[in-house]
């Protein structure tokens, strides 16, 4: 039986956070682990570069932190293929047969890509690039030259999913039955947020716990954390459901933790430092494995060269068979 393809992957603009393992990246090994289908797992510089120009260094040296990140928590390059998005050229050969299919306005109605621009009005100010407003194209791109059939997603993407879709479809409609419309899966994991109760996490914001934190940042990084601003002192009633402290614990403690936390904090038997160490406790257990293993990979950088040179190589072949019918398709296959 031929296993669905599923095509993921991340911008190397920073190291992975918490927010990243348990948007994406828990579900990937899950997925992984399940036998079910076929993962593929782009590095995306090329998509990274779009609102990263001026800074390559930024991306070059991050590819390989994202990589070992993806390696930490048990991507096994064994069952999942990672691959770097520059080197399959043919992405950006069909990105752009893609662009005679899309039109200006239609991308720029995209909400995803309006969202994006508006949060970037620093680097585009009033005028936005043409690679940036066209990146839905190349991503598009991304996911059909790989066959790609399963898109996880969370519901903030949907509409590039939905953008690719059409171009298939208009794809299809002109030249020939040749390109499968890939379906969006919606990830079952929700946005987390950042340590100070900002609905998104990231480096800029000083807000998120990243995957290679030590122990001692990650203690250091949830006493920062914000709590119910209402409790002035230990034995004041609390309440756990305004506290980021509660927020993670229901993602890093068990049920019975988290049952007995909120209990002692309404009754004001819990004192904040001590619901705050046996969070930060509970993280580093988590976080501990990931940290080994990429130590591992650390200390043994050709390691993660031979995982992209294999990945890339066999993702390269994948591109290049599907190069052949999209160019048969359009009549450009001039020679053998
Ligand atoms: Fe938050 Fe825990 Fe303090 Fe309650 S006791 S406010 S849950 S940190």
């Known amino acids: 039986m031929v296993k669905k393809r599923i095509v993921t992957g991340d911008r190397p603009t920073g190291k992975l956070h918490i927010g990243h393992y348990f948007g994406s990246l828990k ?27 001026n800074n390559p260094e930024k991306v070059r040296k991050n590819v390989r932190e994202v990589v070992m990140d993806y390696l930490a928590c048990g991507i096994d390059p064994k069952k999942t293929t990672i691959y770097i998005q520059s080197m399959i050229p043919e992405t950006a050969e069909l990105t752009v047969f893609y662009s005679n299919l899309v039109t200006i306005a239609r991308l720029e109605r ?10 970037k009005r620093e680097l585009f100010g009033e005028s936005v690039t043409y690679g940036f407003l066209g990146y839905p194209v190349s991503q598009a791109a991304d996911i059909t030259v790989m066959d790609g059939t399963l898109i996880p997603v969370g519901e903030d993407q949907l509409p590039l999913i939905e953008q690719c879709r059409e171009i298939v479809r208009k794809f299809n409609s002109i030249y020939g039955e040749v390109l499968q419309e890939p379906q969006a899966v919606l990830s079952n994991e ?33 006493m920062s954390a914000v709590t119910d601003p209402n409790r002035i002192k230990k ?12 927020y993670y614990h229901k993602l890093f403690s068990t049920e019975e933790e ?14 904040c430092v001590a619901c705050k160490k046996q969070l930060a406790q509970n993280i580093n257990n988590i976080l501990q494995p990931m940290r080994e293993k990429r130590k591992y990979y650390e200390e043994r950088p050709e390691l993660i060269d031979e995982i992209l040179k294999e990945g890339t190589e ?10 052949k019918k999209v160019k048969k398709a359009m009549m450009l296959d001039y020679f053998e």
């Open 314 to 323: 066999k993702a390269r072949q994948t591109a290049k068979e599907t190069m």
């Open 235 to 246: 034995d004041d009633p609390g309440n756990p459901d305004v506290c980021m402290v509660s």
């Open 27 to 53: 579900n990937r090994v899950k997925l992984q682990e399940s036998g079910d289908y076929e993962q593929y797992i782009l590095v995306a510089d090329v998509q990274a570069l779009t609102d990263n120009f």
């Open 258 to 271: 988290c049952k007995k936390i909120c209990e002692e904090c309404r009754l004001g038997q819990r004192g």
């Open 110 to 119: 995209n909400p995803t890509v309006k969202t994006e621009i508006a949060q």
């Open 190 to 222: 929700k946005r987390i947020k950042g340590l100070d109760g900002n609905e998104k996490m990231g480096k800029s914001l000083g807000n998120a716990i990243y995957l290679s934190d030590s122990a001692e940042e990650v203690n250091k990084k949830v």
